[in-house]
Structures are given as C-alpha cells and as structure tokens.
Nanobody, 126 residues
C-alpha cells in the first residue's frame, strides 16, 4: 500500500487547509485511515481517524476536536482532513496512515497502522 499526502502549505492563524491522501490499493475500503502529525523535537501524535465505511465513525484528538474534520471517499481511494481555525501550534508535518483491523481503542496508536505516507508540511503563522 502506498499513500500519497498533499495539500500542506503556509497559512495564517485562523485560516483553513484541506489535506488529501490517496492510496494505491484496490481494497482501500478495508482500511481504517488516520492522520497524525509531528512537530520538530516532539513525538508523532494522533490527529484523527475514520472507520472503513464511507460514513464510518470518526475520532479526534482533543486538541483538534471541533476544528478539524476527517472524511473519506472510497470510490477515489482518498481520505481528507479539513482543518479550520488553524493555530500556530498546529504547525507540523502531517502524515496519513492506513491499517487493517485497528481496534477503536487503538486508533490513536501509531503502531496500529501498517502503512504511512511521506508527510506534508503545514505551517501556521501567527
């Protein structure tokens, strides 16, 4: 499974960005998809995840809840992260990840995902 993330960039605080991640796999709908981020000097942290179905259940970290929204389009093998009301502390490299059989309780664990994209930089200026 190869994942390609895109859509990062430089934005002012309060602005919005939409990240996209496409997967080169025919069984995309069988994977739980997640977004993680990593700021310099910090560990990779969970941002959001979505279950396998087109309207699957979603999970968010407390730091992004109410501002970010994850969605997927199984027909396009794509997952998206809509980021609104961005803050300087959202600055990080954002990674998409895919995993099969990811338990709901493990969705925030990077080790639960077998496949990772290359990351896309998001920089929020104050």
């Amino acid at each position: 499974v190869q994942l390609q993330a895109s859509g990062g960039g430089l934005v002012q605080a309060g602005g919005s960005l939409r990240l996209s991640c496409t997967a080169s796999v025919s069984t995309f709908s069988t994977y739980v998809m997640g977004w993680f981020r990593q700021a310099p000097g910090l560990e990779r942290e969970f941002v959001a995840s979505i279950n396998r179905n087109q309207y699957g259940s979603t999970s968010y970290s407390d730091s992004v809840k109410g501002r970010f929204s994850i969605s997927r389009d199984n027909a396009k093998n794509a997952v998206y992260l809509q980021m609104n009301s961005l803050k300087p502390e959202d600055t990080a490299v954002y990674y998409c990840a895919a995993g099969r059989g990811v338990m709901h309780s493990s969705r925030g664990d990077p080790g639960a995902y077998a496949y990772w994209g290359q990351g896309t930089q998001v920089t929020v200026s104050s």
